[in-house]
């Protein structure tokens, strides 16, 4: 039973626009989220993340949602540009602040921007 | 460069035999993770070492072990191969042996897997 999910395989925008990748979770304890973007034959490679406390995380072009009531977050990416085009994954920890650091990954959202 | 190093980056074998898979952490980070990630899934925890120790285990396989050495390296052996073994092997490292703001999980390149 996937606890982490990316409901849309892929995603295609027009560079400049807006992009904005969902990922919804059924486990209320998780209280920790990532973001994690990952180019073809590279590791993935951290983006952004968000505790609970917070319902909102911007760094620079990148923000993540957070809303804990429908179990959601999005992550917007303004304005999108062609090095944008990656695979997304969402990810959540079922541990925050504990002694074990493992995440629970979504299949990932691939994105395209186009020029 | 996310600093992790993985070796080897390819790997083909056949059914049956036993493979070991390499990964050397982050300078300073005691923290290692290993995660498969097979055909059209995301990355599946494996297991988790924290300074030489096992500290959290996920959906690993008996057939599969893992260690972590006092220069912090770590290995993870699989054996008794299958054909649905074959996947994208990734180990990643961080500072601290939970996960909290700013301790954040650096992803090596690899090992794809390849059971014949």
């Known amino acids: 039973d996937q606890q982490v999910k990316q409901n849309s395989p892929s995603l295609s925008v027009q560079e400049g626009r807006i992009s904005i990748l969902n990922c919804d979770y059924t486990?209320?304890?998780?209280?920790?989220f990532l973001w994690y973007k990952k180019y073809p034959a590279e590791g993935p490679t951290f983006l952004i993340s968000i505790s609970s406390i917070k319902d909102k995380n911007e760094d620079g072009r990148f923000t993540v949602f957070l809303n804990k009531s429908a179990k959601h977050l999005s992550l917007h990416i303004v304005p999108s540009q062609p090095g944008d085009s990656a695979v997304y994954f969402c990810?959540?920890?079922?541990?925050?602040?504990?002694?074990?650091?493992?995440?629970?990954f979504g299949k990932g959202t691939k994105l395209s921007v186009k020029p | 460069d996310s600093g992790v190093t993985q070796t080897p980056k390819h790997l083909i074998t056949a059914t049956g035999q036993r493979v070991t898979l390499r990964c050397s952490p982050r300078?300073?980070?005691?923290?290692v993770y290993w995660y498969q990630q097979s055909l059209d899934q995301g990355l599946q925890f494996l297991i988790q070492?924290?300074?030489?120790?096992?500290?959290a285990k996920g959906n690993i396989l008996e057939r599969f072990s893992a260690q972590q050495f006092p220069d912090l390296h770590s290995e993870l052996n699989l054996s008794s191969l299958e054909l649905g073994d074959s996947a994208l092997y990734f180990c990643?490292?961080?500072?601290?042996?939970?996960?909290?703001?700013?301790?954040?999980?650096?992803f090596g390149p690899g090992t794809r897997l390849t059971v014949l």
């Open positions: 990810a959540a920890s079922p541990n925050y602040g504990g002694s074990q650091g493992n995440l629970i």
């Open positions: 990643a490292s961080s500072v601290t042996a939970g996960t909290s703001v700013g301790d954040t999980q650096y």
């Open positions: 486990n209320s304890m998780f209280d920790y």
């Open positions: 300078s300073g980070d005691l923290s």
């Open positions: 070492y924290y300074n030489g120790e096992e500290r």
